[in-house]
Nanobody, 120 residues
Framework: QVQLVESGGGLVQPGGSLRLSCAASGSIFSINAMGWYRQAPGKERELVAAITSGGTTNYADSVKGRFTISREKVKNTVNLQMNSLKPEDTAVYYC??????????????WGQGTQVTVSS
């Protein structure tokens, strides 16, 4: 019923930039918040950045000042601009949306993940 389709991952050198995008589609009634999480090998999934329907943003301390999250409400899309990338940013990045379908409760939905590799 809901699909989150991510794009924009890849291989980049340290200090480089990447832009991730995620588009939500389906019988969506409202989106409360969207965000990005990441999971590196051997580590737990962690929040990278999130943005609410009102535009409030939240960032992990490790990415503050380097990453910027933005949302295009009309397109049900969330973007993550990642600058000054470091090798420790290497991970699979997952899009998340906390949304409700018509007549249904708010629930968490996840994308399939996109690999980001920062390496020289």
């Amino acid at each position: 019923q809901v699909q989150l389709v991510e794009s924009g991952g890849g291989l980049v050198q340290p200090g480089g930039s990447l832009r991730l995008s995620c588009a939500a589609s389906g019988s969506i009634f409202s989106i409360n918040a969207m965000g990005w999480y990441r999971q590196a090998p051997g580590k737990e999934r962690e929040l990278v950045a999130a943005i609410t329907s009102g535009g409030t943003t939240n960032y992990a301390d490790s990415v503050k000042g380097r990453f910027t999250i933005s949302r295009e409400k009309v397109k049900n899309t969330v973007n993550l601009q990642m600058n000054s990338l470091k090798p420790e940013d290497t991970a699979v990045y997952y899009c998340n949306a906390y949304l409700g379908l018509l007549g249904g409760p708010l629930q968490n939905y996840w994308g399939q993940g996109t690999q980001v590799t920062v390496s020289s």
